[in-house]
């Protein structure tokens, strides 16, 4: 067995059998998975973390724009929904999830 074995390794050169096709393309695909874990999934998981903190810092008398298109200004901050005042008299009761955009009364 190991006479055969230096045979081997002499007619080669001393290297190792080259790798097939099928190792290239895993590979490629562990790139392309890395590549859009960079480009897709991390900046959205970023855009999630800072709207989320948006939306915990939001107060009273905050400008915000729900993602309906509505601008308004919240009047009251509850634990799932906030309720944004739209005109004089009008008051909408949104979920959280559903602000887009908090602009903040100091800004």
């Known amino acids: 067995m190991i006479p055969t074995l230096f045979t081997t390794l002499a007619q080669t050169g001393g290297a190792a059998p080259s790798s097939g096709p099928g190792t290239q393309g895993l590979i490629m695909m562990g790139l392309m998975v890395v ?5 897709l999934i991390r900046p ?6 800072e709207m989320q903190k948006r939306l915990d810092s939001m107060q009273t008398g905050d400008k915000v724009i729900t993602t309906a298109g509505i601008h308004g200004l919240v ?5 799932k ?4 005042k739209i005109a004089d008299s ?4 949104f979920d959280k999830p559903a602000i887009a955009q ?4 100091d800004a």
């Open 90 to 93: 009008t008051m909408v009761e």
């Open 81 to 84: 929904t906030v309720i944004v």
């Open 102 to 105: 908090v602009i903040k009364k």
């Open 75 to 79: 009047h009251n901050i509850k634990e």
């Open 35 to 39: 590549m859009f874990y960079f480009l």
């Open 44 to 49: 959205q998981q970023r855009q999630r973390k």
